[in-house]
């Protein structure tokens, strides 16, 4: 885990506020292309909605949601919409009874499906933590630009603790353009140049 042991109370805490458990590393429903699920940290997440970003306008999917603590934090702090995918049912069993206990459940829904091959449709705001390779990212992209042809809207897809790989790939995926990069390095110790969340945009046609 990055956390420090000083951040660790704030992650109960904000599990507490939002009447959720979602820490803890799970290696449920990893495999060669799937990476084990690790919570996206609050610091991080708190940073992401402070960016102005994501509104309730937006439609968040989050690839490899694990436990959904993408998807409740964003549902709660910028009152969007936000969809979890995740192979683990373990993981996603987890999420569901999170679900029943969150305040603004009717925001968000999970669903049991391989990344390649769910379908986008109303979403238009994309999260990856290093979830999988980046074969499967390519295929993800694919599936992304494919919805974006069909029903042109504007898309932005944010990419926390970037491998080099995910980088290569986002850098040079058709129609996707640099945007930003919100730096996360001074929330953690050792400035990680991975901390930091990439930001990129497919413009409305």
């Known amino acids: ?7 660790q109370l704030s992650e109960r805490d904000w599990d507490r506020k939002l009447n959720i458990h979602t820490t803890g590393r799970d290696e449920s429903g990893s495999d060669e292309q799937n990476f084990p699920y690790e919570p996206t940290p609050y610091a991080v997440l ?24 993408v ?3 964003l549902a709660a702090a910028c009152g969007c919409r936000a969809t979890g995918i995740d192979l683990s049912e373990k993981l996603l069993s987890t999420a569901e009874s999170n679900r029943r206990q969150f305040q603004k459940r ?4 999970f ?13 238009d705001t994309f999260f990856f933590f ?15 630009r494919k919805s974006w042809l069909e ?3 504007p898309l932005q897809i ?40 990439l930001v990129f945009r497919m413009d409305a046609i």
């Open 46 to 69: 708190e940073r992401l909605a402070a960016s102005g970003y994501i509104s309730s306008d937006n439609h968040v999917l989050d690839y490899g949601c694990g436990k959904g603590r």
């Open 71 to 73: 998807c409740f934090f």
């Open 151 to 153: 029903t042109p809207r």
């Open 1 to 7: 885990m990055k956390q420090e042991t000083e951040n």
């Open 111 to 123: 669903q049991k499906c391989m990344a390649e091959h769910f379908e986008v449709t109303a979403e």
């Open 158 to 197: 944010f990419c926390y603790y970037p491998s080099d790989e995910f980088v290569t790939c986002l850098m040079t995926a058709p129609d996707l353009l640099f945007e930003d990069e919100i730096d996360c390095r001074d929330l953690f110790p050792g400035n990680n140049d991975r901390e930091r969340i």
């Open 130 to 144: 290093n979830p999988f390779k980046d074969v499967v990212l390519r295929s993800v992209l694919g599936q992304i």
């Open 106 to 109: 009717n925001l968000v829904r």
